[in-house]
Protein backbone atom coordinates (compact mmCIF):
# COMPACT_ATOMS: atom_id res chain seq x y z
CA UNK A 1 0.00 0.00 0.00
CA UNK A 2 3.19 2.57 -0.35
CA UNK A 3 2.10 5.41 -2.07
CA UNK A 4 -1.12 6.08 -0.43
CA UNK A 5 -1.78 9.41 1.84
CA UNK A 6 -3.06 9.13 4.57
CA UNK A 7 -3.72 12.89 6.36
CA UNK A 8 -4.88 12.62 10.21
CA UNK A 9 -6.52 15.94 11.16
CA UNK A 10 -6.08 17.40 14.67
CA UNK A 11 -8.79 19.67 15.12
CA UNK A 12 -7.44 20.70 18.57
CA UNK A 13 -6.63 24.59 18.81
CA UNK A 14 -4.66 24.34 21.59
CA UNK A 15 -0.88 22.34 22.23
CA UNK A 16 -0.85 20.29 24.24
CA UNK A 17 -3.39 18.39 22.84
CA UNK A 18 -5.00 15.16 24.12
CA UNK A 19 -6.65 14.89 20.55
CA UNK A 20 -3.36 15.00 18.47
CA UNK A 21 -2.14 12.10 21.03
CA UNK A 22 -5.01 10.36 19.74
CA UNK A 23 -4.57 11.08 15.78
CA UNK A 24 -0.45 10.67 16.33
CA UNK A 25 -1.44 6.87 17.52
CA UNK A 26 -4.21 6.20 14.82
CA UNK A 27 -1.93 7.02 12.22
CA UNK A 28 1.47 5.10 14.12
CA UNK A 29 -1.11 2.10 14.11
CA UNK A 30 -2.36 2.97 10.53
CA UNK A 31 1.24 2.59 9.03
CA UNK A 32 2.04 -0.18 11.16
CA UNK A 33 -0.91 -1.97 9.12
CA UNK A 34 -0.78 -0.77 5.77
CA UNK A 35 3.33 0.74 5.44
CA UNK A 36 1.86 3.58 4.03
CA UNK A 37 3.35 7.11 5.39
CA UNK A 38 1.29 9.68 7.44
CA UNK A 39 0.63 13.25 7.48
CA UNK A 40 -0.09 14.68 10.62
CA UNK A 41 -1.93 18.44 10.13
CA UNK A 42 -2.29 20.30 13.63
CA UNK A 43 -5.33 22.97 13.73
CA UNK A 44 -2.96 24.45 16.06
CA UNK A 45 -0.79 25.69 13.58
CA UNK A 46 -3.28 25.56 10.39
CA UNK A 47 -5.97 26.96 10.93
CA UNK A 48 -4.01 30.56 11.21
CA UNK A 49 -3.64 29.81 7.73
CA UNK A 50 -7.04 28.64 6.47
CA UNK A 51 -8.52 31.93 8.50
CA UNK A 52 -7.02 33.80 5.73
CA UNK A 53 -9.45 32.64 3.16
CA UNK A 54 -13.04 33.36 3.73
CA UNK A 55 -13.90 31.35 0.44
CA UNK A 56 -12.08 28.90 -1.90
CA UNK A 57 -10.90 31.57 -4.22
CA UNK A 58 -9.01 32.99 -1.34
CA UNK A 59 -7.16 30.32 -0.61
CA UNK A 60 -2.95 30.88 -1.70
CA UNK A 61 0.17 29.81 -0.56
CA UNK A 62 0.10 26.91 2.35
CA UNK A 63 -3.70 27.35 3.44
CA UNK A 64 -4.04 26.20 -0.82
CA UNK A 65 -1.84 23.64 -0.34
CA UNK A 66 -3.17 22.24 2.36
CA UNK A 67 -6.73 22.10 1.34
CA UNK A 68 -5.23 20.60 -1.71
CA UNK A 69 -3.98 17.64 0.48
CA UNK A 70 -7.17 17.02 2.05
CA UNK A 71 -8.83 16.71 -0.90
CA UNK A 72 -6.08 14.46 -2.44
CA UNK A 73 -5.93 12.24 0.63
CA UNK A 74 -6.92 8.13 -0.03
CA UNK A 75 -8.00 8.49 3.57
CA UNK A 76 -8.57 10.69 5.80
CA UNK A 77 -8.43 10.43 10.06
CA UNK A 78 -10.15 13.60 11.74
CA UNK A 79 -10.39 13.94 15.20
CA UNK A 80 -11.48 16.66 16.97
CA UNK A 81 -11.92 17.73 21.19
CA UNK A 82 -15.33 18.34 22.17
CA UNK A 83 -16.49 21.80 22.33
CA UNK A 84 -20.18 23.63 22.72
CA UNK A 85 -21.20 19.69 21.94
CA UNK A 86 -19.40 19.66 18.37
CA UNK A 87 -16.35 19.60 16.52
CA UNK A 88 -14.33 22.55 16.60
CA UNK A 89 -14.91 25.78 14.34
CA UNK A 90 -11.60 25.78 12.90
CA UNK A 91 -12.16 22.15 11.67
CA UNK A 92 -15.82 22.92 10.28
CA UNK A 93 -13.75 25.83 8.66
CA UNK A 94 -11.22 23.42 6.74
CA UNK A 95 -14.15 21.84 5.00
CA UNK A 96 -16.07 24.71 4.16
CA UNK A 97 -12.85 25.51 1.99
CA UNK A 98 -12.79 22.08 0.22
CA UNK A 99 -13.82 20.85 -3.16
CA UNK A 100 -16.33 18.32 -2.64
CA UNK A 101 -16.19 15.91 -5.17
CA UNK A 102 -12.74 14.67 -4.48
CA UNK A 103 -14.43 13.05 -1.24
CA UNK A 104 -17.01 10.39 -3.04
CA UNK A 105 -16.32 7.19 -1.68
CA UNK A 106 -12.98 8.63 0.29
CA UNK A 107 -12.81 6.52 3.56
CA UNK A 108 -12.23 8.66 7.21
CA UNK A 109 -11.92 7.43 10.37
CA UNK A 110 -13.69 9.59 12.96
CA UNK A 111 -12.43 10.46 16.43
CA UNK A 112 -13.48 12.66 18.58
CA UNK A 113 -12.21 13.58 22.49
CA UNK A 114 -13.45 15.08 25.43
CA UNK A 115 -14.20 15.60 29.13
CA UNK A 116 -16.74 13.42 29.59
CA UNK A 117 -18.58 10.55 28.40
CA UNK A 118 -21.75 12.23 27.85
CA UNK A 119 -20.12 13.43 24.86
CA UNK A 120 -19.16 10.49 23.36
CA UNK A 121 -21.81 10.48 20.59
CA UNK A 122 -20.39 13.62 18.80
CA UNK A 123 -19.07 11.39 15.92
CA UNK A 124 -21.87 10.23 15.41
CA UNK A 125 -24.34 13.49 15.45
CA UNK A 126 -21.71 15.83 14.33
CA UNK A 127 -19.09 14.48 12.44
CA UNK A 128 -20.67 11.52 10.35
CA UNK A 129 -23.47 14.31 9.00
CA UNK A 130 -20.70 16.15 8.06
CA UNK A 131 -18.77 13.66 6.11
CA UNK A 132 -22.52 12.05 5.09
CA UNK A 133 -22.64 15.83 3.33
CA UNK A 134 -19.36 15.06 0.84
CA UNK A 135 -20.50 11.71 0.39
CA UNK A 136 -17.36 10.04 1.81
CA UNK A 137 -17.06 6.53 3.54
CA UNK A 138 -17.01 6.75 6.86
CA UNK A 139 -15.77 3.53 9.13
CA UNK A 140 -17.96 2.23 10.86
CA UNK A 141 -16.13 2.08 14.40
CA UNK A 142 -15.20 5.80 15.82
CA UNK A 143 -12.89 6.56 18.57
CA UNK A 144 -14.03 8.41 21.51
CA UNK A 145 -11.50 9.23 24.66
CA UNK A 146 -11.83 10.76 27.74
CA UNK A 147 -9.21 12.33 29.66
CA UNK A 148 -9.49 9.52 32.09
CA UNK A 149 -8.11 7.08 29.35
CA UNK A 150 -4.75 9.48 28.95
CA UNK A 151 -2.15 9.49 31.60
CA UNK A 152 -0.64 13.02 31.22
CA UNK A 153 -0.35 13.01 27.29
CA UNK A 154 -0.07 9.57 26.43
CA UNK A 155 -3.13 7.10 25.59
CA UNK A 156 -3.36 4.52 28.21
CA UNK A 157 -6.63 3.05 27.82
CA UNK A 158 -6.88 -0.30 26.61
CA UNK A 159 -10.03 -0.14 25.25
CA UNK A 160 -10.06 2.74 23.48
CA UNK A 161 -6.46 1.21 22.05
CA UNK A 162 -8.87 -1.91 21.06
CA UNK A 163 -11.06 0.08 18.92
CA UNK A 164 -8.10 1.89 17.08
CA UNK A 165 -6.93 -1.30 15.97
CA UNK A 166 -10.76 -2.40 14.90
CA UNK A 167 -11.10 1.19 12.84
CA UNK A 168 -8.00 0.65 11.67
CA UNK A 169 -8.55 -3.00 10.32
CA UNK A 170 -11.24 -1.43 8.80
CA UNK A 171 -9.75 1.26 7.09
CA UNK A 172 -7.18 -0.87 5.71
CA UNK A 173 -9.75 -3.38 4.00
CA UNK A 174 -11.00 0.19 2.69
CA UNK A 175 -7.70 1.48 0.72
CA UNK A 176 -7.75 -0.81 -1.96
CA UNK A 177 -11.23 -0.59 -3.10
CA UNK A 178 -11.46 2.71 -2.32
CA UNK A 179 -8.26 4.12 -4.21
CA UNK A 180 -9.70 2.12 -7.53
CA UNK A 181 -13.27 3.34 -7.37
CA UNK A 182 -12.22 6.95 -6.37
CA UNK A 183 -11.85 8.84 -10.18
CA UNK A 184 -15.26 6.78 -10.73
CA UNK A 185 -16.90 7.86 -8.04
CA UNK A 186 -15.87 11.64 -8.47
CA UNK A 187 -16.85 11.96 -11.88
Same mark, same amino acid.
Given at each position: ?14 ? *? ?7 ? +?? $? @?? $? ?9 ? /? +? ?12 ? *? ?5 ? &???? !? ?7 ? $? ?20 ? !? ?11 ? &? @? ?7 ? $? !? ?5 ? *? ?9 ? *??? /??? !? ?14 ? +?? /?????? +? ?8 ? &? ?7
Amino acid at each position: MAGLSIIGLSGSVTR *PSRTTVLVR +EI $L @AR $LTSATGAATRL /I +EFVDAAPLLFGALK *PADLHGE &AKAL !VRAVEAADL $LVVASPVYRASYTGALKHLFDL !VHHLPFAGKPVLL &A @ATGGTPLHG $L !VTEHQLR *PLFGFLNTLTL *PTT /IYA !VESDFTGYQLTSTKVI +ER /IDRAVA +EAKAQLPQTS &ALAPALAS
